[in-house]
Nanobody, 126 residues
Framework: QVQLVESGGGLVQAGGSLRLSCAAS????????MGWFRQAPGKEREFVSA????????YYADSVKGRFTISRDKAKNTVYLQMNSLKPEDTAVYYC???????????????????WGQGTQVTVSS
């Protein structure tokens, strides 16, 4: 079993920055990709960004491209999401997710991912 623990959320003014972290642990941790999703009140969970664990290929939603940067530290089994130029519409609960090497489906869709963190709140004030 894989456990994911997010940290780094908080309250920030528009234009500010936050860095989210997601630490993975478990007897054996092996994923093809890890991703970040977010869910605002009354809205569906949406893809934000993902990174392949081995090659480090990155993927972004159009709404965050150029403002957010995903990275990973393989030695620490940790994925980061650096969020700059934050906007009020970025306000949401952010979830970290991990798939398995044999997972199927698009890297952009939540159904691909088997493991989820508890979520961390990001609030951007105008």
């Amino acid at each position: 079993q894989v456990q994911l623990v997010e940290s780094g959320g908080g309250l920030v003014q528009a234009g500010g920055s936050l860095r989210l972290s997601c630490a993975a642990s478990g007897r054996t941790f092996s994923s093809y990709a890890m991703g970040w999703f977010r869910q605002a009140p009354g809205k569906e969970r949406e893809f934000v960004s993902a990174i392949t664990w081995s090659g480090g290929s990155t993927y972004y939603a159009d709404s965050v491209k150029g403002r957010f940067t995903i990275s990973r530290d393989k030695a620490k089994n940790t994925v980061y999401l650096q969020m700059n130029s934050l906007k009020p519409e970025d306000t949401a609960v952010y979830y970290c997710a991990a798939d398995r090497p044999d997972s199927v489906g698009s890297i952009y869709t939540a159904t691909r991912y088997d493991y989820w963190g508890q979520g961390t709140q990001v609030t951007v004030s105008s």
